[in-house]
């Protein structure tokens, strides 16, 4: 349930961004397949990994841990 919430508050963080997933990955040096198996709630992302996201959508890491 968690990682699904999570998943889906990445993917509206990085649309409201206009970011696409390949561009996400790109900036952030992370594949594009690990950008969709995040949001769709398929793997356990670490800390450093949301970190990373959070850096790369210019947003504080708690804008993306609301749930």
Do not use: W
């Not at 709630?41 to 990373?52: A, F, K, Q």
């Amino acid at each position: 349930m968690v990682l699904k919430a999570f998943g889906k508050r990445l993917r509206d963080v990085r649309i409201s961004k206009g970011l696409s997933q390949h561009e996400l990955a790109l900036t952030a040096g992370i594949s594009k397949n690990q950008i969709g198996n995040i949001e769709r709630g398929e793997v356990n992302v670490t800390l450093s990994t949301i970190n990373l996201i959070a850096t790369t959508l210019n947003v504080p890491l708690e804008e993306l841990t609301k749930l």
